[in-house]
């Protein structure tokens, strides 16, 4: 049975993205720029959605990271190596600054969010007791 983790948001990265897309609708408006507009419009409600459906799916041995409809990967849980919690603002599949990084295969990795940390963890090393954890105190 899968196991479904939501996003950790940042506040700090909502205000962001409201403020830069409500800026550019602002700019667009005050040039008459209808066009501009409704794209900026579009793009706004686009990444609203894209950000409020980061999810993390745990299914058998394979994590599966989806963020909106145009982004997913998955990883097999067997060839995870490594979980180090990171404070970063790379573009990554997170809502959040305050994020794990997945090392996996050789040398991929990957930065996620979830809500639920622990008990993202704990099921990731039951699956895989192999994972070293490097985690902030």
């Known amino acids: 049975m899968a196991t ?21 609708i602002a700019m667009s408006i005050m040039n008459s ?3 501009g507009t409704i794209i900026l419009v579009l793009c706004g409600i686009y990444a609203g959605y894209v950000y409020a459906n980061f999810r993390y799916i745990i299914d058998n041995n394979v994590l599966q990271i989806k963020c909106g409809p145009l ?13 180090n919690e990171t404070f970063s603002i790379l573009n990554q599949p997170a809502g959040s600054f305050h994020r794990l990084e997945i090392i996996y295969k050789k040398f ?30």
């Open 4 to 24: 479904v983790y939501k996003t950790a948001y940042s506040t700090v990265l909502i205000i962001l993205l409201a403020v830069v897309i409500a800026g550019s």
């Open 33 to 35: 720029a209808l066009l």
């Open 71 to 83: 982004y997913a990967t998955k990883i097999n849980i067997g060839e995870i190596r490594k979980v």
């Open 108 to 137: 991929e990795s990957i930065q996620i969010s979830p809500k639920e940390k622990d008990k993202f963890m704990a099921q990731l090393k039951v699956i895989n007791p192999s994972i070293e954890f490097h985690l902030k105190k």
